[in-house]
Structures are given as C-alpha cells and as structure tokens.
C-alpha cells in the first residue's frame, strides 16, 4: 500500500472513482482510492441508472443539466461503452398533480431544459404499452435516459489508473487522524496513508466516515429495492416514473426492465435484503402502467441504500472545522445521474481551490438554516 | 477452441481469464464486469466453472473462493404471479 498521498478518496463508487478520474486529468494523479469491498459493491453498482434532469430546484436542475452533457461525451472519454440511451423520462402525472407537475416544468424551462407537460393520448404515443385510463397526463423530456453504471464505474477507475491513481479494494477506512483541525493521514485495515486531503464519497457510508474527525452529517440511510426481468425485444423508450406511487422503470440495452418502488414504510436502515413486500407492490404498480409486462419473468431482486439528507440535495465542499475535508455524498437516490458534474466540480475544488459554478449553497453548514428543497427523489 | 462457461450472458473461459488477470479476482466482481452468471439461470451453471477458474489462477482453495450473494426469486418467475393478493 501507499504510504502518502496527495488526496485520498474514501469510496470506490462513482463518485470517488469520478473524481479520482477528473483529478489525475487535471494532473493531480499521486491519488489513493480507498473502498471496502468492490468497486460499484454500494448504491452506484445497485442503482437504476436513470439520468434525470426533471427536477424542482435550480441547483439539482443545473447539476443534472451540466452532467447529461458530459455523460453524452463520456463513452468516448472513457474508452468505454456506457450503454447510454437518451430515450426520455416520462413522469407519469395524476389529476392532483397536474398544478404542481405544471409548475416543476415552468421551473426547469426558465433553467433552459425542454421539458414539457403532454396529455395521456401523447404519452401513448411514446410508450404504445402504457395503459392510459388512470393517468392525467406527464411530463416528458426527451434528452433525460439512463445508462450502464457498472460501465461508467469501471470506466472511470480504469482511466484514473492510466493516468497513476491507486485504488485499493477490499480495504477498509478504520480512522482518519487530525491533529488540531489538520488531517494528518488515513488509517485502513492495510495500513496508514499520511495525506492532507480526504473526499468522503462513502454513500451511506458517509456519516460515519465523517464522524471519524467529529464531524455529524444529517445524512440517514433508507433501502430502495429494485428489480431485473428477463430480456425482451425492445419496447420501451423512456423511464417511466411516478412519484405519487415511486415507481420506476426502463428497458435496459441487453433488453432487460429494471425498476423499483419506493416504500413510504421503509424506517432508516442498513437493511440490504430483498424482500416480498416489494415484490408485490412492484408487480400491482407496475401492471396497472403497463399490463403486458405482468408476463414477464422477474429474474432477481436486490437492494442499495439511498443516503438521504434532510433536503433530498447533495453535501458537496469543504467542511467546517477540518481543513481539507471535502463532502461528495448525500445523493438522496439521485447520485449517479449528477455524478459526472459533481466529480468534475470536486476535482476543480481541490486543484484549483475554486468552482467554475457556484456550490456554496451544497456546503453541510446550509443544515444549520431553513430547510427548502427537493420534494420529488424517485429514479 | 471457445469454451462458454456462462451459457445465459455468453461469456467464455478466455473471457473470464483475462478479467482475473485485470484483477478481478472474485465472482462479485467478475459478474459486474462481466455479466456471468446474471443470465436466467442466475449463475446455476457458470459459477462453479468460474470459482473452479478462480481458484487455478489464485491458487487459493474452491471453498475459500468466496460465493456470490444468492438473490430471490431464485428462478424466473413472471411478475403477475406477485399482484394476484392484496398485502
């Protein structure tokens, strides 16, 4: 193992391997990743792979903008065959959602995303499948999709490794050593690496990564189930989202439906085991959108954990109270559609010092206020 | 000579060997990387072969080559069979 480094990156997810990516490119390359199991083992090897930029507040709105930009770039980048596919996120509305979804579009107009409100016929139009009688309408976007996120992890890593970072797998953070609000080293299972500079891009993890230096971070850990069918010819352009219900889905390029359902009853956990509650509530949901998919066969279900701030927005900065302890989590169910942006801002604050677009209004001190933000967190 | 050893997801041993050389030396890993054993048959067939390849090139014993987490429904199972009864 490495016994110094310049920066070290606590989580082998797409967000450490992201950043450890953009900071090598910038030419920062004496970088250590540091991750407990393997890469992509937590929410981002566990995650949907939606890429959404309908959200309702500008600062969501404007990360997700930023990274579907580069997420249209980022196979070639890579090297790497990201499976991306732009078919859309329809965002199914119901009668008393109609106001509220009129609103969200306004919102992310003026922010300059072509999002529109369409009726249930137009929605038809873009899903055949879909079974219209209980809907009121959606909201579509055309350049929202999804992609492979094992492909974008390992993509990155795999880079980064080209240009000189080391990752370590299977490599546990035990400690994190300060000496009067200074970071001093990372002490792992394999031993210590002296640094200055720590990322805490440990998904649910984070909190108690953070709470090494005495640092508490509101951040909760919530498990989301999802599931994979069998591959079927391709019928289904877009992801189809409900937030009323927290139904997700879309049809992957191999041709499998992937999709979840949130569960309002879910308590706070580290629970990753999948269970027949979902099952079932993702079969009701799911037929009554689209009835012919009820004769497909599930394959296999899991779970990953959401890391959930108390206002569904990411903690990304620096903190207060220990120089040079950057926050890159907190992505509320939301983490691997931004992710490309936020490593691309995480690796410019810690070369350059500065953003090229504002992040202040991210920093964790933002809990110690009011709290407005993002009501709608499914896929 | 091409040897498939993931039959669903037509993956082959050369394949597989070649990701162990990357230094992915566990089947968690190699599903991610490589999709075997995530087929229908959800690794029935392929992952004794790849534990057996793992175990070769790592030189560590089949038993303590560690098994991939086993997720329901355990066989294809279509997914009208879950909304026929209320909760």
Redesign the interface.
């Known amino acids: 193992m490495k016994e110094k480094a310049e920066v070290v990156i606590v989580g082998g997810g797409v967000t450490g391997c992201g950043i450890a990516y953009n900071l090598a490119k910038k030419g920062m390359t004496d970088v250590v990743v540091v991750e407990k199991e ?4 937590g929410a981002s ?1 566990r995650c949907g792979g939606g890429i959404r930029q309908q959200f309702t507040t500008e600062a969501n709105i404007r990360l997700a903008m930023e990274s579907v930009r580069l997420f249209e770039q980022l196979s070639e980048e890579l090297d790497t065959d990201i499976e991306y596919d732009q078919g859309g996120y329809l965002i199914i509305a119901y009668q008393d959602e109609v106001e509220q979804f009129t609103k969200n579009v306004q919102l992310q107009n003026s922010q300059g995303l072509e999002s529109k409100f369409i009726s249930p016929e137009e929605a038809r139009e873009i899903v055949p499948l879909l079974n219209i009688e209980p809907i009121a309408g959606a909201t579509f976007c055309q350049t929202d999709g999804h992609a492979n996120p ?1 492909k974008v992890v ?1 993509g990155y890593a795999k880079k980064a490794q080209e240009m000189g970072v080391r990752i370590h797998k299977f490599t546990e953070v035990t400690d994190i050593e300060t000496d009067d609000g200074q970071i001093k080293g990372v002490k792992t299972t394999k031993g210590t690496i002296k640094t200055d500079t720590v990322v805490n891009a440990a998904g649910a993890y984070s909190r108690d990564i953070a709470s090494m230096v005495g640092v508490e971070l509101p951040n909760k850990p919530y498990r989301h189930e999802i599931l994979v ?2 591959p079927l010819e391709h019928v289904l352009n877009p992801m189809i989202i409900s937030f009323k219900t927290g139904i997700y889905f879309s049809q992957q390029k ?1 041709g499998s439906i992937i999709g979840g359902i949130g569960d309002p009853e879910e308590p706070s956990s580290y629970n990753v085991s ?1 269970s ?2 979902f ?6 949901t ?2 009554e959108l689209v009835p012919a ?10 779970a990953g954990l959401y890391d959930v701030t108390p206002d569904a927005q990411p903690n990304l900065g620096w903190t207060e109270g220990v120089d040079r302890f950057c926050q890159a989590n907190g992505y509320s169910g939301h983490g691997f559609m931004i992710a490309p942006k936020v490593a691309e801002l995480i690796a410019e604050l810690i070369a350059d010092g500065k953003t090229s677009v504002p992040i202040d209004g991210l920093n964790v001190k933002r809990f110690e206020g009011e709290i407005t933000g993002e009501t709608y967190v499914v896929g | 000579m091409i040897e498939i050893v993931c039959r669903c997801e037509d993956i082959t041993k050369e394949e597989i060997l070649e990701a162990i050389d990357q230094g ?1 030396q ?1 089947v ?2 190699l599903k ?2 490589l ?1 075997c054993g ?3 048959c ?1 690794g029935r067939t392929c992952t004794p072969l790849i534990t057996r390849l793992l175990s070769e090139k790592t030189g560590k014993s089949p038993a303590d080559v560690s098994r991939p ?1 086993t ?3 355990l066989q ?8 026929g ?1 209320e ?1």
């Open positions: 393997y890469l992509c083992y090897g094992f390992h069918t069998e191999c999948g027949l509650r099952l079932k509530r993702m079969a009701k799911m037929i998919f009820g004769h497909l066969n599930v394959l296999r279900q899991w | 992915y566990t968690e890993e991610r990387v999709r995530m087929g229908p959800q987490t997720r329901p429904p294809p199972v279509p997914i009208s069979t879950f909304a009864e909760e």
